[in-house]
């Protein structure tokens, strides 16, 4: 209905200017010697709206044709950005599904500065923890470090528990106490 309506109005614009036309019979004088020119008003006025016309397309073209590169580049940042954040999020879909092996691969893939990489080594980090390989997570742990580092403060947190966890297993505790809980269990005893 709305499409009809703008035919009509077009035709009936076309018609008005028609009947414009006819009554108008002035005439425009281009004089560059020796050269002369006669045109009608209602030529001269036509030519002058599609001057206009050819001028605004032009005129467009070019701020497209200079944005262009512009617009390229936030292409390909913008797809990358999707790209990255589906893979950090398919890690961890594998990571929280216990697929820590797979999660850790999906992740390594990421790569770049930014946040999603750091938080990736971050992931992967805490997948490789969970499997037991304390080099890997040390490994995913520094990498996030220089990625980011807001993202430092727990990676170096997780490194602390690491080696306190392999630390007092290493040193024959079976009970899983730390010297630090077993002198305070001791100070609180002898009190």
Not at 21 to 28: A, D
Not at 113 to 141: D, F, H, I
Not at 154 to 180: H, L, M, S
């Amino acid at each position: 209905m709305k499409s009809l309506f703008w035919i009509l109005v077009l035709f009936a614009l076309a018609v008005g200017i028609s009947l414009s036309m006819h009554i108008n019979e002035g005439y425009v004088l281009f004089v560059l010697p020796p050269y002369r020119a006669e045109i009608s008003f209602n030529f001269a006025i036509l030519l002058t709206v599609l001057g206009f016309v050819a001028f605004y397309v032009l005129l467009r073209a070019l701020v497209l044709a200079s944005s262009l590169p512009r617009r390229i580049r936030e292409s390909r940042a913008r797809r990358q950005r999707e790209k990255t954040a589906e893979a950090f999020g398919e890690g961890v879909r594998l990571y929280l599904a216990g697929k820590q092996r797979k999660a850790i691969d999906t992740v390594a893939k990421l790569s770049g500065e930014g946040v999603w990489p750091a938080l990736a080594a971050s992931l992967a980090a805490r997948a490789a923890s969970e499997l037991g390989n304390l080099e890997e997570q040390r490994k995913w742990q520094t990498r996030a470090a220089e990625l980011d580092p807001r993202v430092e403060k727990p990676a170096a947190a997780v490194a602390e528990k690491a080696d306190d966890g392999a630390g007092g297993a290493g040193q024959g505790e079976t009970t899983g106490e730390t010297a630090e809980g077993k002198a305070t269990i001791e100070e609180n005893a002898a009190k």
